[in-house]
C-alpha cells in the first residue's frame, strides 16, 4: 500500500519536477550561449500557453494516441515510484512511444512521417541498450526489481561503469539532444521542421510536453539508480549528468539518423558487452 | 560608352556557344532588353580568366530561342527568367518552368511581360 | 569537440553578453538614422525632400501648409536629411516605435520663414553628441 | 470419453478432407467445413477437461496398423520422389531415396518386430496447447477460407473450382498436425512430420503459378531435409536407447553426451520446420498461396510443429553445450529475421520474417532451458499462433481488396476498410504492447535469458528491431483522409467471425495469462522444487522481477476508455490540414510544386535497404546461420 | 516505389530565404530536387524606369541587405564610369573598408546559419555574438546596421574620423581573437567534419562549368576572385584569393572562415593607407551608354549591366547576382546526398534568393 | 485560476514563426538576431519554432507578392487563435521601396490583418522587441476585454 502511495506521490509530483529540470537546462544552455535565457518556470507557461489555444486537429485518431502517450508515461513514472520491475517499466514506456509515433504516423505530413520514422529509427537505437544496461543491473543484483538495487551497499555505477556511458547514450536520444536530436528538435532549424511534432498542436502539443516532463523524470530516475547508497551521491551523480548532457548538447552538431544507428549500436554494444562480461566473469569490486 | 560585342545570329548561336565552351569559355549570364515595340536585344555574356565576352543579337518578340542550357546547364534559370520577363521562349530546355520562374498565371496576376514596355502576351 | 568546450565554459562563467534591451535602453549613435523629423520652423516647404524621396513617403502641401512624412514607408536612407537645403530635416537616433496602426507623421508650418532668415541659417542643426563611437558596448 | 475426442480430433479432418475432395456442391462443401470446424472446436475444449493422460488405443497394437503406417510411410516417400522426378529436382530425388533407404533398413532390419510396442497416445498439457491451438485456430482459418477462396477464385477466373482439393488438404493438414502432437512413437511422429511436408508443399503450389511452383519444390526439399535428419535421429537414438518411446527416451537421455548428435539431428528437423535461419527462405515462398494457407501452414500451425518438437525434447538436452546452442541459433534467428523485416514492404513477407524471428525467439527459450525460459516459450506459442493467425487473415482480406500486399499502399487503409484495419492495427499491438501476451512471453524470455550475454545480447537488438517493423505498419494503416472519415465496410460473416475471435482471444487469453500458466503449464512441470513463476494478484512474479497482468490490464483499459472519451470527436476542434511548407494546394495534403503544378502527397516508411535489404542481409546471415548449425552439430560430438 | 516527396520550403525553419525545393527522397537519400521560385521576386530591376539614377542606389542596396554596401558600390562604379568621374583615393579606400566589414558580417552570419544548418546551435550563437560587432561599426559610421547606404555617385556619404578609425581597429582585433577561438571548432571538430566532409561535392570542372562563383569555385579549387580585377582601391592592396580544393561543405566553411580573416586584414590595410582627401565629387549631367561591372560579394562575383540613355532614367538594368550563379550547381549537388544534409548543402552555397529573383 | 495561468502565460510564452515574404534579408537577420545572445528575445520566453501550428506570433518581413501571398494566407490560416501578427520593416508596411514593382502587391495587410506595425528599414532589433512586447501588451488587453465583455453578457 506504501507502495502505493509512493507511485500516487510520484506521479502527481513528477511533472513540477520535470518544469524545474527542463527549466534550469535552458537557463544553463542560454548561459553556455552566453545569453540570459528565459525564467525558470517557462516550461510551465509553454504548457500553460499551449493548452489555452484554440483546438486544432489534423487527424481524428491524434488525441487519442496523445492520451495513450501521456497515460503510458505516468504509469511508468508510478511504477518506477512503485519501485516495480525495471523491464516492465521499460515496457510500459515503450506503449508511449509507439503511440507518440503512431500519432505522427497517422497524419499525411512528410515531416511528421519523416519524423515518426527517425523517431522509430531512435527507438531501435535506444531500445537494446537499455535492455543491456537492465541485464547489467540483474547480474549485479540478480533481481529486476528496483528495491534490489536500493538493498545494495554499493553504488552500482562502481560495477557498471561502462554500462552507466551506454545509459548516457540512451538519455542523450531520450532528452533529445545534440548531436541526437534527430526526429525532433527543441529549436527549430531543423530540415523536419519539429519532426514528430510538426502535426500536433495546442492541447495535444501541451499533453505531449507533460509526457516529456515525466519521460525526463523517469529517465533521470533511471539515473539515479546507479548511485542509491547515498542522496548526496544521486543528487550529485544527477547534477553532473545532466549538466554533462547540457554540455553535449552544446558541443556537438546535429548528426544523422544513420550515423547515430551505426556508431550508437557499434560503441554501445561493445561498451556493454566488456562490462557485461567482467561481471558475468563474476569479478566485483 | 558602349561594349564591344560580337555579332550572333539565331541560327550560329548553339554553334558559337559550343566554340565557346571549347576555348574553355564559361557562361556567365544572358542579359535581355528590349530595343522598342518589335525587337528585343539579346547579350549573352562569357567570361575567362576574368575576361568577359559578349555577344550580341536582336531578336523580334514572341520569338522562340534555341537553348544553350543544353550545352551549359547554368544557362537554364536565366532562360526561364527571360521568358518570364519578356516574353522569348527557349527550346528544349533542361529544366522549363513554362513562364511560371517568377510568374503565376492566375487571372488576377501578371500574365503579360512585365519587363517590356510595349508588352506582348506570353504564350 | 573540446575547442567548443573553452568557449562554452567561457560564456559560462563570464558574465553574458545580452543587452537587456527594454529593461537597459542604451542611447543611440550620434549619426544613427532613426525616426525621421523636420523642424517646421525653419523648412521653406520646398518639396526638393520629396522629391528625392526614393521611396515618395514625403508629402508637401504647400497649400495646406503641411509637410508629412509615411514613416511606415520610410526607409531612412537619409536622402531627403541630405539634400535638404534648409538642414530642418533630421533622423533622430533613436528607432521609430512600432505601433499598432499606421499613422503619418504630420507637420503644419505656422507662417512660412521671411526669406531673410532663410539665408542665414546654413550651418547645419545641432544634434546632442550623445555617445562617442570609439566606446565599446559589449 | 477421451478415446473419442482423440478419434475425434485425427479421423473427423480426414473423414471431412475426403469428402471435401469428393462433394463436388459448394454448398454442402461449406456446411460440411463448418460443421467439422465446430466439432473440432468443441472436441479440443472438452479435451482439457481430460489431460493430461497416456494410452494405447488397442488399434496401435494391432499389426495390420503398423504395416499400414509402414507401407504410408513409403508411399509418402514414394509420393515426394515422384514429385522430385516429375520436376527433376535432384535435391529431392536423393533426399527421398535417402530416407527410403534408412526406412527401409530400419524397418526390415534393426527393428523387425524386435521392439515392444511404445504407449501410443501421451496427451500433456503442452500437446493439449498444441492441439487446442492447431483446432481452433485451424478450424477458424478453415471457416474464413469459406469466403476467401470463392473470392480468390472469383480474381483468377479459374473455370473449374479447385476448392475441393484445397479444403481436403486443409482438413488433412489439420487432422495430421492433432495426431502429431498426440502421438508418443517416433516412427508415428515421423509418419505425420512428412504428412504435414507433403501437405505443405501441395497447398504451396496450389494455384500452379511457376513462381508457386518453385516455392513449393523449395518448401519440399528443406523439409524433407528436416524428414530425412529427423529419421536419421531416430534411427540413432533407436540404436542407442531400443525404444521409439517419446517419452521414455526423454527421460532415458537425459544427461547422457553419446545422445546428442541424434538430438541435435532432431532440433536440425525442428529448425528446418520452424523455417529457422538458414531454412528460412521456404516460408517466405510460401507466401505466394493464397491466404489461408500461409496462414494456417506458416505462420500459427506447421512451423509449431517444429518448435512443438524442440520443446518436447527441451528436458533430453537441459544443460548441455547443445542447448546453449539452440539458444544462440533461435536468438540469432530472431535477431536476423526482424532485421529483414524492417527491409521489407511487403506485408506478406514482413508477416513471414516476424514468424520467423519470433519462433526464433520461442526457440532461443527452449534453448535456455529453464523452467521460467520453457514457460515462455509456450505462452510465446500461444499468443503468436493467436495473434499471427489474425495478422495472417487481415493481410488476407485486405490484399483482396486492395490488389496489393505491399505495405506502402495500405495508407489509410481505415478510410477504406475501416473494420479490418481496426482489427489488424490490434493485432499488431497485441504482438508488441504490454499487457499483452507475446509481451508477458517476451518480458520472461528476456529476463530469463539475462545470464547469457550473446543471447541478450541479439535478443536486445532483436526486441528493438520487432518493435520498428510493427510501429511504423501500424502508424499507417490507421491514417486516413485527412477528416478520419470512413466508408463503411461490408464484410462476409464467415470472415467477420475468424476474426474477431481471434482478436478477441489475443487480447483475453492475455488478460487470462496467469491462469494459463497455474493450470496449463505449470503442471507440465513434474518435481520442481520451486515453480518458475508465482502467482498473486494476477502479478505473475518470482525473485527477478514481477508482471502485473491484472493491474496492467486494469490500467490499461480505464486508460483506453478514458481516452476515447477525451479524444471523441468535437465540433469546437478545427480541421486543419497538414503543415506543407506553407504551400498548401487547394486539396488538403497537396502543395504547389515547382511548375506551378500540385504535387500530392507522397511519403513511404524507411527501409533502410542500406542496413537491411533482403539480397545484401540474406547472404550474410545465411552464412553465419550455417556457422551456426556447423557448431552445434559439432558440440555435440 | 519507397518514395517520399518533402516540400522544402519557402517557409520552412532551416531556410532563412523563402525558395522551394520538391525533394523526392528514398530512406532519405534524396533522388530528385526540383526548385521554384518567385517566393521573393519583386522586378527591382524595372523599378529603374520609375525611380531616377539616383535614388536607384536606394534600391539596389536593397537587392540583399547582407552586401547591400557592395551593391551599391558596383553600381556607382558602373554609372561613374559612364559619367568619367575620378572618384576620389579616399573614397575609393572608404569603399574598400565599408565593403570588407561587410563581407566580414555576412561571413559570420553564414558562419552562424550554417552552424544551425548541422544543429550546432552554440555555433550559431556565438558567431552571431561576434558579428554585432561589425553591426555596431556599421550603425556607429554609417546610421544603420544593415543597410549603411553610404554610397553615391561620385564618391561616398560618409567620412570616418580618425577615433573612429581608431575603435574600428580596435574591434577588427577583438573579432579576429574571438574567430581564432571559434577556429579548431569550426575547423577540426569532429561532429562539424562528419557533417561536412565529403558531403555536396563539387568537383573542380563541375564547379567551373555549372558557373560557380565566390567560395563555391573556390572552394573547388580555382582562385577566382574578382577582387583580383582590381576595382576601388584594390590595385594598391595586398590581395590573395583564398582557396581550398576539396569541393566540399567543409571546403566552403573553411574558405569563408579564411575569407573573415582575410578581411579583416584588407581593413586593416585600408585603414592604414587612407589618405586624407574628398570623399566625393560633385556629378553633373545624366549618364550614357552601356557598362558591364562586376565585383566580388561575399558570396561571390556579382555583375551589373546598365544601360543609359542621357536621362534621369536607365534605359536597362540587370543585376546579376551570386547565388543566381550558384543555384545551378545546387541543383547538381543535390541528388545522392541525405535529407539531414539538404540544409548544409543548401547553406553551403549561402544562397540570397532576394538578389537572385531581384 | 488555471485561466488565469493560462492567460498569463499566453503572455509570457510567445513562440514565433517567421515567414520572410519578400525580404531583402536586411529585415531577416534582424528578425534572427534577435534570438541571438546580444537581443535574447528568450528572456521574454519567446522560441522561434518555425511550424504555423505550434506558434502564437507571426513575424513577417518584406513585400507580399502575387506568388507569396497564398503562401501567406496559408500560414496564417494554419495557427491557431489567440494569435499575433506582426509586419516588420517599412517592406511588410506599404512595401516600402519596393511599392511600385509589378509583382508587388504591398504590405501585409493588404493580405491578412495586422496587429503590430514594425517601421525601419530595416526594422533594428530593439525595434522587434518592441514590436513583440506591443502585441503581448494588446494580447493583454484584449484579454481583459474579453474578460468584461463575458462579465457584462
Ligand atoms: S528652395 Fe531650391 S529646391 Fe526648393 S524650391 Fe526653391 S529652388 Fe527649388
Ligand atoms: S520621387 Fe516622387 S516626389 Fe520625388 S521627384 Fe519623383 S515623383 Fe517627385
Ligand atoms: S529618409 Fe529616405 S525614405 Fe525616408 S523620407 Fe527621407 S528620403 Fe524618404
Ligand atoms: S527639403 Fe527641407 S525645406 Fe524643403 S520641404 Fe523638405 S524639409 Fe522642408
Ligand atoms: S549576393 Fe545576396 S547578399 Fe550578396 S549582395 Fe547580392 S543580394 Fe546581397
Ligand atoms: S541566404 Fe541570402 S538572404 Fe538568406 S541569409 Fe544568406 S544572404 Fe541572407
Ligand atoms: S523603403 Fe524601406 S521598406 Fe521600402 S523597400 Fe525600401 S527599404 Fe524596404
Ligand atoms: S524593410 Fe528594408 S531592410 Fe527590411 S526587408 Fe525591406 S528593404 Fe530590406
Not at chain 1, 153 to 175: C, E, M, R, S, W
Request: aromatic share 10%; charged share 20%.
Amino acid at each position: 500500500m506504501t507502495l502505493f502511495l509512493y507511485a500516487i506521490i510520484g506521479v502527481i509530483l513528477a511533472p513540477f519536477a520535470g518544469v524545474l529540470v527542463v527549466g534550469l537546462d535552458r537557463i544553463l544552455t542560454a548561459k553556455f550561449q552566453s545569453r540570459i535565457g528565459p525564467p525558470l518556470l517557462q516550461p510551465l507557461y509553454d504548457i500553460c500557453k499551449l493548452w489555452g489555444k484554440k483546438p486544432m486537429i489534423a487527424h481524428r485518431f491524434q488525441p487519442l494516441c496523445v492520451y495513450i502517450y501521456l497515460a503510458a508515461a505516468m504509469v511508468s513514472v508510478g511504477m518506477f515510484f512503485a519501485q516495480s520491475d525495471l523491464l516492465l517499466i521499460f515496457f510500459v514506456q515503450a506503449v508511449g512511444a509507439i503511440f507518440f509515433v503512431i500519432g505522427a504516423l497517422l497524419v499525411p505530413s512528410p515531416f511528421s512521417q519523416a519524423g515518426g520514422n527517425r523517431e522509430l529509427i531512435q527507438i531501435l537505437t535506444y531500445e537494446p541498450l537499455i535492455i543491456l544496461v537492465l541485464a547489467g543491473i540483474y547480474l549485479y543484483t540478480g533481481s529486476f526489481k528496483i528495491d534490489a538495487i536500493y538493498a545494495l551497499d554499493k553504488p552500482l555505477l562502481i560495477n557498471l561503469p561502462l554500462l552507466f556511458i551506454v545509459f548516457g547514450y540512451a538519455l542523450t536520444i531520450k532528452l533529445k539532444k545534440s548531436p541526437f536530436d534527430i526526429s525532433a528538435s527543441h529549436h527549430a532549424h531543423q530540415e523536419l521542421v519539429r519532426g514528430v511534432l510538426t502535426e500536433y498542436s495546442g492541447k495535444m502539443l501541451a499533453l505531449i510536453e507533460m509526457a516529456h516532463l515525466y519521460e525526463t523524470i523517469l529517465i533521470l530516475g533511471l539515473c539515479s539508480l546507479f548511485w542509491t547508497t547515498s542522496i548526496w551521491g544521486m543528487a550529485l551523480l544527477l547534477v553532473i549528468t545532466y549538466l554533462l548532457e547540457i554540455i553535449i548538447d552544446n558541443i556537438c552538431a546535429r548528426m544523422s539518423f544513420r550515423w547515430m544507428l551505426k556508431s550508437v549500436w557499434t560503441t554501445g554494444i561493445v561498451l556493454s558487452a566488456i562490462n557485461l562480461i567482467w561481471l558475468y566473469s563474476g569479478a566485483r569490486i | 560608352m558602349i561594349l564591344d560585342t560580337l555579332h550572333l545570329t539565331k541560327e550560329t548561336l548553339r554553334e558559337e556557344v559550343e566554340k565557346m565552351k571549347s576555348k574553355g569559355y564559361r557562361f556567365v549570364t544572358i542579359t535581355c532588353l528590349e530595343i522598342d515595340e518589335d525587337f528585343v536585344e539579346l547579350l549573352y555574356h562569357f567570361d575567362k580568366d576574368l575576361e568577359l565576352i559578349h555577344y550580341r543579337m536582336q531578336v523580334a518578340k514572341g520569338t522562340t530561342m534555341p537553348s544553350v542550357s543544353t550545352i551549359f546547364f547554368a544557362a537554364f534559370l536565366v532562360e526561364n527568367e527571360i521568358y518570364d520577363q519578356f516574353g522569348i521562349k527557349f527550346d528544349d530546355l533542361v529544366l522549363d518552368f513554362g513562364g511560371t520562374l517568377y510568374l503565376d498565371e492566375d487571372e488576377e496576376e501578371v500574365t503579360s511581360t512585365p519587363f517590356c514596355r510595349y508588352s506582348v502576351k506570353r504564350k | 569537440m573540446p575547442g567548443m568546450i573553452k568557449n562554452v565554459l567561457k560564456n559560462f562563467i563570464s558574465k553574458s553578453a545580452t543587452r537587456p534591451y527594454p529593461i537597459e535602453v542604451r542611447p543611440g549613435f550620434k549619426d544613427a538614422r532613426g525616426e525621421l523629423t523636420n523642424q517646421m520652423s525653419k523648412c521653406t516647404l520646398c518639396t526638393l525632400c520629396a522629391k528625392k524621396c526614393p521611396t515618395q513617403c514625403i508629402t508637401v502641401l504647400r497649400k495646406e501648409l503641411t509637410w508629412e512624412v509615411d514613416p511606415f514607408t520610410c526607409v531612412y536612407c537619409g536622402i531627403c536629411v541630405d539634400v535638404c537645403p534648409q538642414n530642418c530635416l533630421s533622423h533622430s537616433t533613436e528607432h521609430k516605435k512600432p505601433a499598432r496602426t499606421k499613422t503619418k507623421l504630420i507637420l503644419k508650418q505656422e507662417k512660412p520663414p521671411a526669406p531673410e532668415e532663410i539665408i542665414k541659417t546654413d550651418e547645419k542643426p545641432v544634434v546632442p553628441e550623445k555617445i562617442d563611437p570609439g566606446h565599446d558596448y559589449h | 470419453m477421451f478415446e473419442n475426442l482423440i478419434t475425434t480430433l485425427t479421423f473427423c479432418p480426414l473423414v471431412a478432407a475426403l469428402a471435401c475432395y469428393f462433394l463436388r456442391g459448394e454448398r454442402l462443401r461449406s456446411a460440411l467445413v463448418i460443421v467439422t470446424g465446430i466439432v473440432l472446436i468443441l472436441s479440443a475444449v472438452l479435451l482439457i477437461g481430460s489431460a493430461p493422460v497416456s494410452m494405447t488405443p488397442a488399434l496401435f497394437t494391432s499389426v495390420k496398423f503398423k504395416t499400414f503406417i509402414q507401407s504410408a510411410d513409403f508411399l509418402l516417400l514414394g509420393l515426394i520422389l515422384y514429385f522430385g522426378i516429375k520436376f527433376k529436382n535432384r535435391i529431392i530425388i536423393g533426399l527421398s531415396l535417402l530416407q527410403v533407404i534408412i526406412l527401409g533398413y530400419f524397418e526390415f532390419f534393426m527393428t523387425a518386430g524386435t521392439h515392444e510396442a511404445p504407449v501410443g497416445i501421451f496427451c500433456d498439457h503442452l500437446s493439449l496447447i498444441m492441439v487446442l491451438i492447431i483446432s481452433i485456430a485451424g478450424s477458424l482459418i478453415v471457416l474464413y477460407a469459406l469466403p476467401y477462396m470463392k473470392n480468390h477464385e472469383k480474381h483468377l477466373k479459374l473455370k473449374k473450382s479447385r476448392q475441393p482439393r484445397f479444403f481436403a488438404l486443409l482438413f488433412l493438414f489439420i487432422g495430421a498436425m492433432n495426431a502429431m502432437v498426440l502421438v508418443n512413437d517416433m516412427m508415428l511422429f515421423y509418419f505425420f512430420f512428412e504428412i504435414t511436408t507433403l501437405c505443405s508443399f501441395l497447398l504451396i503450389g496450389h494455384d500452379k503459378t511457376e513462381e508457386s511452383k518453385r516455392n513449393s519444390l523449395t518448401a519440399l526439399w528443406i523439409n524433407s531435409l528436416g524428414g530425412a535428419t529427423l529419421l536419421i535421429g531416430i534411427v540413432l537414438i533407436y540404436t542407442q536407447l531400443h525404444t521409439l518411446d517419446i517419452q521414455s527416451i526423454i527421460s532415458q537421455v537425459q544427461g547422457k553426451d553419446i545422445l546428442l548428435i541424434p538430438l541435435a539431428l532432431l532440433c536440425i528437423a525442428g529448425f528446418t520446420k520452424a523455417a529457422q535461419m538458414p531454412f528460412q527462405k521456404w516460408l517466405l515462398g510460401a507466401m505466394v498461396a493464397p491466404t489461408p494457407t500461409s496462414a494456417l501452414l506458416h505462420s500459427s500451425t506447421m512451423v509449431k510443429a517444429g518448435v512443438y518438437l524442440l520443446i518436447r525434447f527441451a528436458p533430453a538436452f537441459a544443460g548441455t553445450s547443445l542447448s546453449t546452442l539452440v539458444a544462440v541459433c533461435g536468438a540469432f534467428t530472431f535477431l536476423s529475421a526482424a532485421a529483414l523485416a524492417i527491409g521489407q514492404s511487403n506485408g506478406k513477407k514482413v508477416l513471414a520474417y516476424s514468424t520467423i524471428s519470433n519462433l526464433g525467439l520461442i526457440i532461443a527459450c527452449v534453448g535456455i532451458n529453464t523452467h521460467a525460459s520453457l514457460t515462455a516459450a509456450i505462452i510465446l506459442l500461444i499468443f503468436h499462433a493467436v495473434s499471427k493467425a489474425l495478422l495472417f487473415l487481415c493481410m488476407g482480406s485486405i490484399e483482396q481488396h486492395i490488389g496489393s500486399r505491399d505495405i506502402e499502399d495500405m495508407r489509410g487503409l481505415f478510410g477504406e476498410m475501416p473494420i479490418t484495419a481496426l482489427v489488424i492495427t490490434l493485432g499488431i499491438l497485441t504482438m508488441i504492447l504490454p499487457p499483452f501476451g507475446m509481451l508477458i512471453g517476451k518480458w520472461m524470455a528476456i529476463e530469463s535469458a539475462s545470464g547469457n550475454l550473446l543471447v541478450i545480447l541479439m535478443l536486445a537488438l532483436g526486441s528493438a528491431l520487432t518493435v520498428v517493423y510493427w510501429a511504423r505498419w501500424a502508424g499507417i494503416l490507421m491514417g486516413s483522409d485527412f477528416s478520419g472519415k470512413s466508408t463503411p465496410e461490408k464484410m462476409p460473416l464467415f470472415s467477420k467471425i475468424p476474426l474477431f475471435t481471434l482478436l478477441s482471444s489475443a487480447i483475453l487469453l492475455g488478460f487470462l495469462t496467469p491462469i494459463i500458466y497455474s493450470s496449463m503449464i505449470l503442471p507440465d512441470f513434474s518435481g520442481l522444487v520451486a515453480a518458475p513463476f508465482s502467482i498473486h494478484n494476477g502479478i505473475i512474479f518470482n525473485n527477478q522481477g514481477s508482471f502485473a497482468v491484472y493491474p496492467l490490464f486494469f490500467i490499461a483499459i480505464v486508460v483506453f476508455l478514458f481516452a476515447l472519451f477525451l479524444s471523441r470527436p468535437k465540433k469546437a476542434a478545427q480541421q486543419v490540414s497538414p503543415y506543407m511548407s506553407g504551400i498548401q494546394g487547394k486539396q488538403p495534403g497537396s502543395f504547389v510544386g515547382p511548375m506551378n503544378k500540385v504535387t500530392t502527397y507522397t511519403q513511404s516508411n524507411y527501409y533502410l535497404s542500406a542496413f537491411f535489404g533482403e539480397e545484401k542481409l540474406s547472404n550474410l546471415v545465411n552464412m553465419t546461420a550455417g556457422i551456426l548449425i556447423l557448431i552445434l552439430i559439432g558440440v555435440s560430438f | 516505389m519507397s518514395k517520399t516527396i518533402i516540400p522544402f520550403g519557402p517557409q520552412h525553419p532551416v531556410l532563412p530565404e523563402p525558395i522551394h525545393v520538391s525533394l523526392t527522397v528514398e530512406d532519405e537519400i534524396v533522388t530528385e530536387a526540383v526548385p521554384a521560385f518567385g517566393y521573393v521576386h519583386r522586378g527591382l530591376e524595372k523599378l529603374a524606369e520609375k525611380k531616377d539614377f539616383n535614388q536607384m542606389i536606394q534600391v539596389v542596396e536593397r537587392v540583399c541587405g547582407i552586401c547591400s554596401m557592395i551593391h551599391a558600390m558596383c553600381y556607382c562604379e558602373g554609372l561613374e564610369t559612364l559619367m568619367n568621374v575620378e572618384v576620389p583615393r579616399r573614397a575609393k579606400l572608404l569603399r574598400v573598408i565599408w565593403s570588407e566589414l561587410h563581407r566580414i558580417h555576412s561571413h559570420l552570419l553564414w558562419l552562424g546559419l550554417y552552424a544551425d544548418a548541422f544543429g550546432f546551435e552554440s555555433v550559431f550563437m556565438q558567431f552571431w555574438k561576434i558579428r554585432e560587432r561589425i553591426m555596431d561599426i556599421n550603425e556607429a559610421t554609417a546610421g544603420n546596421r544593415v543597410i549603411v547606404s553610404v554610397n553615391q555617385v561620385g564618391g561616398v556619404r560618409r567620412d570616418l574620423s580618425p577615433s573612429q578609425l581608431k575603435w574600428i581597429l580596435d574591434e577588427i582585433t577583438v573579432v579576429e581573437k574571438e574567430m581564432k577561438s571559434m577556429e579548431s571548432t569550426m575547423l577540426n571538430d569532429y561532429t562539424v567534419k562528419k557533417r561536412t566532409v565529403g558531403i555536396g561535392v563539387l568537383t573542380r570542372e563541375m564547379a567551373y562549368e555549372l558557373g560557380a562563383s565566390g567560395p563555391v569555385l573556390r572552394a573547388s579549387g580555382i582562385a577566382q576572385d574578382m577582387r583580383q580585377l582590381k576595382y576601388e582601391a584594390f590595385d594598391e592592396l595586398d590581395f590573395e584569393p583564398v582557396v581550398e580544393q576539396d569541393g566540399d561543405c567543409y571546403a566552403r566553411g573553411v574558405i569563408r572562415f579564411r575569407e573573415t580573416m582575410q578581411s579583416i586584414d584588407i581593413v586593416r590595410q585600408a585603414i592604414s593607407r587612407l589618405p586624407q582627401g574628398d570623399t566625393f565629387v560633385k556629378v553633373k549631367g545624366k549618364p550614357e551608354g552601356e557598362i558591364v561591372t562586376r565585383v566580388e560579394q561575399p558570396r561571390g562575383e556579382c555583375l551589373y549591366y546598365i544601360k543609359a540613355n542621357k536621362t534621369k532614367f536607365l534605359d536597362r538594368l540587370r543585376i546579376r547576382t551570386p547565388t543566381f550563379a550558384n543555384i545551378p550547381p545546387l541543383a547538381a549537388m543535390l541528388p545522392g546526398i541525405e535529407l539531414a544534409d539538404v540544409p548544409v548543402v543548401i547553406l553551403s552555397i549561402d544562397p540570397c534568393i532576394s538578389c537572385t529573383e531581384r | 485560476m488555471l485561466k488565469k495561468l493560462i492567460e498569463k502565460s499566453q503572455i509570457k510564452s510567445p513562440w514565433i514563426v517567421h515567414y520572410d515574404c519578400g525580404s531583402c534579408n536586411g529585415c531577416d537577420i534582424e528578425t534572427l538576431a534577435c534570438l541571438t545572445p546580444l537581443y535574447d528575445v528568450e528572456r521574454f520566453g519567446v522560441l522561434n519554432i518555425g511550424n504555423p501550428k505550434h506558434a502564437d506570433v507571426l513575424l513577417v518581413t518584406g513585400t507580399v507578392n502575387h506568388r507569396n501571398k497564398k503562401v501567406l494566407k496559408n500560414i496564417y490560416d494554419q495557427m491557431s487563435d489567440p494569435k499575433l501578427i506582426i509586419a516588420i520593416g517599412a517592406c511588410g508596411l506599404s512595401g516600402g521601396i519596393f511599392k511600385e514593382a509589378y509583382n508587388v502587391v504591398g504590405g501585409v495587410d493588404k493580405v491578412i490583418p495586422v496587429d503590430v506595425y514594425v517601421p525601419g528599414c530595416p526594422a533594428k532589433p530593439e525595434a522587434i522587441i518592441d514590436g513583440v512586447v506591443e502585441g503581448l501588451a494588446k494580447l493583454g488587453e484584449l484579454q481583459q476585454q474579453n474578460k468584461t465583455d463575458a462579465i457584462a453578457s
